[in-house]
Nanobody, 120 residues
Framework: QVQLVESGGGLVQPGGSLRLSCAAS????????MGWYRQTPGKQRDLVAS???????TYADSVKARFTISRDNAKNTVYLQMNSLKPEDTAVYYC??????????????WGQGTQVTVSS
């Protein structure tokens, strides 16, 4: 079992920055990928960025060059540095980790969500 605690959301003006953090606890030795998703009311939860244990990153096209994902494996924590924020970035951001339970089974765990609002 993996438990996730998110922090760092808030209200910021367009062009501003925020840094989200997500700390994992539990069976962290089995965590493979970590990432961030976001969701607005009435829409599906979409991938923002992900990072593997080895440091390989993936970004949604809409956030490339503005957001940076990183992780500290020793602290079992993943971060999302968000720069040049736009109103369309407004959403609830959810931390996600994938736990390798077996060679054929990866379980998903989700943080509680943190609100990011970009508005003047």
């Amino acid at each position: 079992q993996v438990q996730l605690v998110e922090s760092g959301g808030g209200l910021v003006q367009p062009g501003g920055s925020l840094r989200l953090s997500c700390a994992a606890s539990g069976t962290t030795f089995s965590i493979t990928a970590m990432g961030w998703y976001r969701q607005t009311p009435g829409k599906q939860r979409d991938l923002v960025a992900s990072i593997t244990r080895g440091g390989t990153t993936t970004y949604a096209d809409s956030v490339k060059a503005r957001f940076t994902i990183s992780r500290d494996n020793a602290k079992n924590t993943v971060y999302l540095q968000m720069n040049s924020l736009k109103p369309e970035d407004t959403a609830v951001y959810y931390c996600n980790v994938k736990e390798a339970r077996a060679l054929w089974r990866w379980d998903d765990y989700w943080g509680q969500g943190t609100q990011v609002t970009v508005s003047s």
